[in-house]
């Protein structure tokens, strides 16, 4: 498999959240700036695109929009269709099942218009991938009922050249590519604010029946400090991806005894 460099890069309150009323807050609004020049300047991240989960893309770019299909659609051509294999960046909108509603070929982001790339299963119906080429939407499959992400990263890389890829959320996909083993640093900008919420997505959620709550260690590479704002953005890169068996041969079964503030007497 031919993968590109991935990073996750995400602005959080200090609860740890990636959506809520923090967000309304001139601390989250001031870091902005921030968090774009790290994650999408180039200087430190050559990132030509960026993945975002259904939800995220459903919230942030169609809002909530079904698409409007045509039933009496003609067959379509089997296989990946590529409208544009040389635009200046990329979205890749994962949605297995085909049910975002675009009305364009782009989203505008950072300062740029990115190219939307759809990811597709098998199980998407012809009258959705019309509905996407009608607009210039290129699209890959890969997989059946679920996707293949050794596939899809393998044709990123091949079919657009896909170098540098950044993961933007939900929690959710964020936690089934760190966990899958994909994901080369994780980049946090995190905002002097918070709103106790527990309805709202975190930086990374485990899923029930796609990824489990087994940890992963980071090996911390730098910080900087936004003295605007006065955010702060921490870089990691991934340490270990520990296994089930492994982690629990290691430390058990449960959680660890609490380790007191005063350890001096051990």
């Not at 675009?102 to 989203?107: P, T």
């Not at 910080?223 to 890169?237: A, F, P, T």
Request: proline share 4%.
């Amino acid at each position: 498999m031919k993968k590109p460099f991935i990073y996750i890069h995400c602005l959080t309150s200090l609860d740890g959240k990636l959506m809520g009323n923090y967000m309304k807050l001139p601390e989250e609004s001031n870091a902005a700036p921030f968090f774009k020049e790290i994650g999408f300047g180039g200087e430190i991240y050559p990132m030509r695109a960026m993945l975002n989960g259904t939800n995220t893309c459903a919230s942030d770019y169609t809002y909530g929009k079904a698409p409007i299909l045509d039933k009496a659609a003609a067959p379509v051509p089997d296989g990946d269709y590529i409208a544009d294999k040389s635009a200046e960046r990329y979205l890749v909108a994962l949605d297995r099942t085909g049910k975002l509603g675009w009305n364009k070929n782009y989203v505008e982001y950072a300062g740029a218009r990115q190219h939307i790339i759809s990811v597709l299963t098998n199980q998407v119906s012809n009258e959705y991938k019309a509905f996407l080429r009608s607009l210039g939407i290129s699209y890959v499959i890969c997989g059946e009922d679920s996707i293949n992400f050794d596939l899809l990263f393998d044709k990123l890389a091949v079919l657009f050249d896909i170098e540098c890829l950044k993961i933007g959320g939900g929690g959710t996909i964020n936690w089934t590519l760190l966990r899958g083993g994909y994901v080369d640093e994780v980049s946090i900008v995190i905002v002097p604010c918070a709103d106790g919420s527990v309805k709202t997505p975190q930086l990374f959620m485990a899923a029930y029946g796609t990824s489990e709550d087994i940890p992963v260690a980071f090996e911390f590479m730098e910080h900087k400090v936004d003295q605007n704002s006065g955010g702060i953005w921490l870089r990691y890169k991934v340490k270990k991806v520990w296994d089930k068996g492994e982690y629990k041969n290691t430390f058990g079964e449960g959680p660890k005894d609490f380790i007191a503030v005063d350890n001096s007497s051990k």
